[in-house]
């Protein structure tokens, strides 16, 4: 019963943090030095966190779906058009092409280093770095960036390029756990001129290959002879996971339209210091 609990909590910070630019890893790495999980085998937690991020995910296709699902299936949606690509919704179906070539830098990189950056950054002292290292990061882009006209204030507006440096961007936290996914394209895109409510969409809609990919990849590697209990944790931790980003995702989209993301930055800070010292102390 205390393993399902632990599951539960797991879920809870998984769906808060996962979207707020505040590093779902850090936070989880903490959590499990403080509740590990007991009776499971040996790399499932590692495989664990990644995996409960579909549940955070599948929030996103839920409250996004009219804006990204890209086929016209019913006649209102296809209107006078006739023909194969009458079935298909052509801005939609563009936004997914710039999608997927913003996942290419980190998918490439990920799919050949990503047992390499895991035995040397996934550890208390990089993540806590990374932590304080972006939260100064956005603390100093938001002072720049006050006052300033972005360039693109919609998601057709962006092009292949900018989807591309978002994806350079969205490589640095593929790289070092505990920059945050979310935090790394908010901060990329708000430097190359994108809104702050547009850059939080893209992000949204970026996880959704990224984080399915990573999902298989980390399933794949850890194999699938899952006993009861593992089954029943992932089960508990991704539909917990759902269930508050649902709430997160409509509490954020709210929240940038009257405010920066510099509380975040400060946040990252402390929590950097906090993780820094409790695992010194314990070291």
Same mark, same amino acid.
Request: include cysteine; glycine fraction near 8%.
């Given at each position: 019963?205390?393993?399902?609990?632990?599951?539960?909590?797991?879920?809870? !910070?998984?769906?808060?943090?996962?979207?707020?630019?505040?590093?779902?890893?850090?936070?989880? +790495?903490?959590?499990?030095?403080?509740?590990?999980?007991?009776?499971?085998?040996? /790399?499932?937690?590692? $495989?664990?966190?990644?995996?409960?991020?579909?549940? #955070?995910? $599948?929030?996103?296709? !839920?409250?996004?779906?009219? &804006?990204?699902?890209?086929?016209?299936?019913?006649?209102?949606?296809? /209107?006078?058009?006739?023909?194969?690509?009458?079935?298909?919704? $052509?801005?939609?179906?563009?936004?997914?092409?710039?999608?997927?070539?913003?996942? !290419?830098?980190? #998918?490439?990189?990920? +799919?050949?280093?990503?047992?390499?950056?895991?035995?040397?950054?996934?550890?208390?002292?990089?993540?806590?770095?990374?932590?304080?290292?972006?939260?100064?990061?956005?603390?100093?882009?938001?002072?720049?960036?006050?006052? =300033?006209?972005?360039?693109?204030?919609?998601?057709?507006?962006?092009?292949? &390029?900018?989807?591309?440096?978002?994806?350079?961007? &969205?490589?640095?936290?593929?790289?070092?756990? *505990?920059?945050?996914?979310? *935090?790394?394209? +908010?901060?990329?895109?708000?430097?190359?001129?994108?809104? =702050?409510?547009?850059?939080?969409? @893209?992000?949204?809609?970026?996880?959704?290959?990224?984080? @399915? *990919?990573?999902?298989?990849?980390?399933?794949?590697?850890?194999? @699938?002879?899952?006993? /009861?209990?593992?089954?029943?944790?992932?089960?508990?931790?991704?539909?917990?996971?759902?269930?508050?980003? $649902?709430?997160?995702?409509?509490?954020?989209?709210?929240?940038?339209?009257?405010?920066?993301?510099?509380? %975040?930055?400060?946040?990252? +800070?402390?929590?950097?210091?906090?993780?820094?010292? %409790?695992?010194?102390?314990?070291?």
């Amino acid at each position: 019963m205390w393993e399902i609990i632990k599951a539960f909590i797991y879920g809870i !910070v998984e769906g808060i943090t996962e979207w707020l630019p505040i590093s779902s890893t850090g936070h989880l +790495i903490l959590v499990e030095e403080l509740i590990p999980f007991q009776g499971t085998s040996e /790399g499932f937690f590692d $495989m664990f966190d990644v995996v409960i991020q579909l549940g #955070a995910i $599948m929030a996103v296709v !839920v409250l996004f779906w009219k &804006q990204i699902w890209p086929f016209a299936l019913s006649g209102k949606e296809r /209107g006078d058009k006739k023909g194969i690509l009458s079935f298909v919704k $052509m801005d939609i179906m563009t936004l997914w092409f710039k999608i997927l070539v913003a996942c !290419v830098p980190a #998918a490439v990189i990920g +799919i050949l280093f990503d047992d390499v950056f895991d035995a040397l950054f996934y550890n208390y002292f990089c993540v806590a770095l990374a932590l304080i290292v972006f939260g100064v990061a956005f603390i100093v882009v938001e002072n720049w960036n006050k006052g =300033r006209n972005a360039k693109i204030n919609s998601l057709a507006e962006i092009t292949y &390029q900018t989807a591309l440096m978002i994806g350079v961007f &969205q490589l640095i936290a593929a790289v070092f756990p *505990g920059t945050s996914r979310s *935090g790394a394209t +908010i901060v990329g895109a708000l430097l190359i001129g994108v809104s =702050r409510t547009v850059a939080a969409e @893209f992000t949204f809609f970026l996880a959704i290959p990224v984080m @399915f *990919g990573a999902s298989l990849l980390k399933v794949l590697k850890f194999g @699938f002879d899952f006993t /009861g209990l593992e089954l029943a944790l992932l089960a508990i931790g991704t539909v917990t996971a759902f269930v508050v980003s $649902m709430f997160v995702l409509k509490f954020l989209m709210g929240y940038i339209k009257k405010h920066d993301f510099k509380v %975040f930055g400060w946040y990252r +800070i402390v929590l950097g210091a906090v993780v820094l010292v %409790f695992f010194g102390v314990l070291a």
